[in-house]
């Protein structure tokens, strides 16, 4: 266990479903991000939080709703998402938004949305 | 922003050889470049970096190095076993006030026994 942990690991959820994604930390990192990666394709930025403010939102569709109540927390809430958004969401944590240490990643969660 | 590159998208290779993988970066500014191994199923993990203030840096059958001039850097890894069978990220992080890492396509890596 690498101290980010995702849940849940696996999701299936209908178009007019409400879910969440939650992740993690005890690492005492003060950065947390939520990425999406699709199959043969780069890992894609989603949001930034710094000390529980986002930084970063990189035109993603408002379907996808993040919440950061505190440092070790982050959440990702998802509606009416579309086929598309099928993919493996990974939460990622840094010490702060200068990633001179690389990222740890949480194990993913699998979305499927039918 | 940032625009990573990497090559191959998949490459294969007989126990025992070598492999490389590599990628271009697009601004000159970039100081940081990790490199994450994904196995199947499992979270990307970092397993070497290098920082634009050095050329190379190995860790036993792991190497990067980095050509600032060219904007370009490759991993190495040598006497590769199955184990080393997975999907390699390469990644970049700029100097700007937007610094996160933006991640090549990966590199599906294949060691025949």
């Known amino acids: 266990e690498t101290g980010v942990t995702q849940t849940p690991r696996h999701l299936v959820m209908g178009m007019t479903n409400k879910k969440s994604l939650k992740c993690e930390q005890h690492?005492?990192?003060?950065?947390m991000y939520w990425y999406k990666q699709s199959a043969k394709k780069p890992l894609e930025l989603m949001f930034v939080?710094?000390?529980?403010?986002?930084?970063e939102n990189n035109s993603v569709p408002s379907r996808f709703s993040p919440e950061c109540p505190n440092s070790s927390h982050l959440f990702l809430h998802l509606h009416t998402l579309q086929p598309e958004d099928s993919a493996l969401y990974l939460c990622?944590?840094?010490?702060?938004?200068?990633?001179?240490?690389?990222?740890?990643f949480g194990s993913g969660t699998r979305l499927t949305v039918v | 922003g940032e625009n990573v590159e990497q090559h191959p998208s998949t490459l294969s290779v007989q126990e025992g050889d070598s492999a490389v993988i590599k990628c271009t970066y697009s601004d000159s500014a970039s100081n940081y470049f990790p490199w994450y191994k994904q196995e199947l199923g499992k979270r990307p993990q970092l397993i070497i970096d290098i920082r634009s203030n050095v050329g190379e840096k190995k860790d036993q059958r792991i190497a990067v190095t980095l050509n600032k001039t060219a904007k370009h850097f490759s991993l190495h890894i040598t006497e590769t076993q199955p184990e080393d069978s997975a999907v390699y990220f390469c990644?970049?992080?700029?100097?700007?006030?937007?610094?996160?890492?933006?991640f090549g396509s990966g590199t599906q890596l294949t060691v025949l026994p």
């Open positions: 939080y710094s000390l529980e403010e986002r930084v």
């Open positions: 990622a944590s840094s010490q702060d938004l200068t990633p001179n240490y690389g990222y740890t």
């Open positions: 990644a970049a992080v700029s100097s700007g006030s937007a610094r996160q890492l933006t």
């Open positions: 690492l005492g990192h003060n950065a």
